[in-house]
Structures are given as structure tokens and as C-alpha cells.
């Protein structure tokens, strides 16, 4: 992978060539916390922020969307909006993308989907370094660094940013900035270095996920599930907020006495009651306990089956939203430790 160098105090005017690439979108403040939205200024860019409270996911997967419209004359029309909408995503933090790789496994795999595949198409992604605060645990995920997913990644070392060239649009948007970016020199490579051995330390919270497929195999019947279950409102803030959540639910919006109608996408929840619910009222889910049990599964053991890997990427987005502090980091280690109890 190409490695360059470019002058923080020159990041600014970089700014100002990518808008040839699409709308900039970054992390600005509002409220005392963070978000991704349009820049209506460089200045507005918060670079140092810790996480957003959606994941850059919303671009790719709008939280509401119309597929399409059908009406019984004329059949079926194309509506879903923003397709072909280039934008650059400036700031993404490594979790964030390891999250789209994620997601990039569910959409553009077995089961392809053209909606998310033309977005990742046309929205560019800028990634960036950060620094662990007490909720991130995305180390213990391995998903601290990512090597592909983005086309261009800056790593703070200093007076520059190291930085990693992805694809061939990154490459481009470095060419157009003319020679704003220049090659990297041992001092940089050993100041990339000190900076990631810095980072690996700055971690408060740390889970081990070797073996945790097994630990949840055997701890099904544990009475942390009722005990969660319990404490559990059901609200689905944290799935609403996590960047590799993918759940939706597709309806029909059609009024009364009409013959047109629209096919809309909404995110969903599994912790939502009505999530199991199917034709005759049946829940196959119906206790709170089973659904958070339900999402602990997926993203812990039934996701590395089918993957290889958990569908978490510990950015601490579910343990700053949930409303009564279940805790996932806390959850893991509960189990594990029950499963050293009874191994002692
Ligand atoms: S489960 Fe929680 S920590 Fe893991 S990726 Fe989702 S929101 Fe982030
Ligand atoms: S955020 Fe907390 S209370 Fe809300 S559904 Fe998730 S675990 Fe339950």
C-alpha cells in the first residue's frame, strides 16, 4: 500500500480539493456530542472527536428509505434516493470501517444488495486515527487498524499525518491536490510507530475474544440472561446505534382505497418486541431475556460461524446509549468468568 505524508497545517486546502469529489461530510459537535453531517465549513470538522452517535452506516444503510413505488397501472417506478450521490466521509475512525467490512460481507454476499452496493460505490472514505477513550474496546475486537475499506487513512505523527493511499481514488484525490503530500522518511515511519505503541496502551477496557464462540455455547442456560432480561427496557437503543446492526423491516405504505403505494426499508431491532413476531401472533421471541440473549448470539457466536469473526467492533456506541448500563464488555466477562468457575 502507498504510504505519503501530509502537513497537518495544509489539511485545510486538502479539504478544499476533495470537494471535487463529492460533498464532505465529517464529525462536527452539536449538543455535546458528535455527528456525521455536511460541512458547511472546514472549520466546523471536529477531528479529535471520540465517537458519533450513529456510525457512518446511516450513509450507507439510511435509517428510512423507499425501495420503490409501485401503482397498478403503470407497475413498478424506482425511488430509493441518493444512489449515485458522490460524497467524501472525512474522519472515519478504524472501527468504523471495520464496521463497513463487516457489513460489505452482509450486503455484498450471499444475498446482494443493490442499494447498499451503489452507495459504497459512490461515497469516498477518509479515515482517521483516534484515541480510546474508557467506552472503546476495539482493540480486544482487532479492529484498532484496518488495511483496507478506505481510500485514504491519516495517522497522526506529529507535525503530519502518515498517510495510507487504499484504492485508486485515494490515489487520485492526492494526485489532484498537486504536492501537497510528500514521501515518508524513517523519522516518520519510527514516529507512526511510537504513536501506534501509545495508542495500543491508551486501552482502559479489554475483553478476550479467542474462545467466546465456546463460552456461549456452554453458558445458554446462564442466569445472567434473566438477570439482563430484567433490567432490559427494550427501547433498541443499541442497535439503533451500532455500525455493524443491519437489521430492517420492509413494509408496504399504501392509504385506503388507493392502488399505488411505496415499498419501504426501516431499521429494525431484535430487541424489539414485535421483531419475532410473526402471522397469528406467535413470538418466538416474546421475553425480553430471549432477545437480548438473541443479540449476544448473533454478534458473539453466530455471526463467527458464518463469518469468521464477531459482528462487533468494540466502538463503545451500545454502552453510552443503554439507559439502565447493561454493558457489554462487562456481560463477556461475567460469562466468562462463570465458565472459570466451573472449569476450576
Ligand atoms: S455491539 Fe456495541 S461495541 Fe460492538 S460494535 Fe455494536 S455498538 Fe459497538
Ligand atoms: S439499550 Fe439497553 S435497555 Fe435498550 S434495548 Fe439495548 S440493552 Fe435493552
Known sequence: MKTLKLPKDRLDLFASVLQQFGEIHAPVAQNGQFVFRRLERWSEARLDYTRTILPPKKYFLPPRECLFRYRRDTGYEAAAEGLDRRLVLFGVHACDIYALNI????????????????????????????TPDEHCFCRSMRADFVDKGF????HDIGDDYLTFVGTALGDDMVLATGSLFSPVTR??????????????????????????????????????????????????????????????????????????????????????????LVAGGENFRA?????????????QRGFVAEYGRPSCVGCGRCITACPVGIHIVEVINRL?????AVAG
Open 103 to 130: 457489513l460489505d460481507q452482509v450486503f455484498a454476499g450471499k444475498f446482494p444488495d443493490p442499494y447498499y452496493q451503489a452507495r459504497r460505490r459512490h461515497i469516498a472514505v477518509i479515515g482517521i486515527d483516534c
Open 336 to 340: 466468562r468468568e462463570a465458565e472459570h
Open 187 to 276: 523519522a516518520d515511519i519510527e514516529a507512526y510507530k511510537r504513536r501506534s505503541e501509545a495508542k495500543r496502551g491508551a486501552f482502559q477496557l479489554d475483553v478476550e475474544i479467542r474462545d467466546l464462540p465456546e463460552i456461549f455455547e456452554l453458558e445458554y442456560g446462564h442466569d445472567l440472561w434473566e438477570e439482563l432480561g430484567d433490567r432490559c427496557l427494550a427501547c433498541g437503543s443499541c442497535s439503533m446505534v451500532c455500525p455493524t446492526c443491519y437489521c430492517y423491516d420492509v413494509t408496504d405504505d399504501v392509504a385506503p382505497g388507493t392502488t399505488e403505494g411505496n415499498r419501504v426499508r426501516t431499521w429494525d431491532s431484535c430487541l424489539f418486541t414485535s421483531h419475532a
Open 151 to 154: 481510500d485514504l487513512f491519516l
Open 287 to 299: 421475553s425480553r431475556a430471549s432477545r437480548i440473549k438473541f443479540r449476544f448470539y448473533h454478534k
